[in-house]
């Protein structure tokens, strides 16, 4: 079993929808959380970056990470056509150097 | 927002042949990384550092080898290309601990090996 698991998709959604993506992790020393956008034939650019539980919002982005359940979301509000792109979560424990990351999620908005 | 630069962005190139992808950065960041993704699948990573003449190998065997001679530059090399070596390579560089290390890619070098 992978250390952190996400959805792969595809997921296609309307223009203005709300989108929600979400991993799952096994490793409850994870302590460090981030998500990151990648268009295609790009690299991944940081989105989001939240530390323990709680949530974060950063205009139209909300992260949200519920160490209890060992699960992490990321919502879109008011989705845009330039929000598609490939979503990956990643994550790291306290003094670890490296990030695990999740496979992604490949997300379509369509107008 | 980072700077970090990666060259070739595409490279096609024959069987056999030596290849090094360049990678450098500005920020002065000590850690630096390699990453292989395919497209659509996964990243992982092959390489990183974590400062000068120090190099490490990644989750991922990989045929390349790298160096970090400067702070700024940690090229990528493959004596002998094949064609199983086609993929994406990401360059990526950290901060340290305040910022959770927070890691900060290139735009990627396609290669692809005929």
């Known amino acids: 079993q992978k250390e952190v698991e996400q959805d792969p998709g595809p997921l296609s959604v309307p223009e203005g929808a709300i989108v929600s993506l979400n991993c799952t992790y096994s490793?409850?020393?994870?302590?460090?959380f981030m998500w990151y956008r990648q268009y295609s034939r790009k690299g991944p650019e940081l989105l989001m970056y939240?530390?323990?539980?709680g949530n974060k919002e950063d205009g139209r982005f909300t992260a949200q990470v519920d160490k209890s359940s060992k699960y992490i979301s990321l919502f879109i509000r008011d989705s845009q056509p330039s929000d598609s792109a490939t979503y990956l979560c990643?994550?790291?424990?306290?003094?670890?150097?490296?990030?695990?990351f999740g496979q992604g999620t490949r997300l379509t908005i369509n107008p | 927002e980072a700077d970090i630069y990666q060259t070739p962005r595409y490279l096609v190139i024959g069987t056999g042949k030596k290849i090094t992808l360049e990678c450098s950065q500005t920020?002065?960041?000590?850690?630096m990384y390699w990453y292989q993704q395919d497209p659509g699948m996964e990243l992982h990573l092959i390489h990183y550092?974590?400062?000068?003449?120090?190099?490490e190998k990644g989750d991922l065997s990989s045929e390349s080898t790298v160096s970090r001679i400067r702070t700024e530059h940690f090229p990528l090399t493959l004596e002998s290309a094949r064609p199983s070596h086609t993929s994406q390579y990401l360059c990526?560089?950290?901060?340290?601990?305040?910022?959770?290390?927070?890691?900060?890619f290139g735009e990627g070098s396609w290669l692809t090996v005929v």
């Open positions: 990526a560089s950290s901060e340290g601990p305040a910022s959770g290390n927070t890691i900060y």
């Open positions: 490793n409850s020393a994870f302590q460090y």
């Open positions: 939240t530390y323990s539980s």
């Open positions: 990643a994550m790291r424990t306290q003094g670890a150097q490296k990030l695990v």
């Open positions: 920020m002065g960041h000590d850690k």
């Open positions: 550092s974590y400062g000068v003449n120090s190099t």
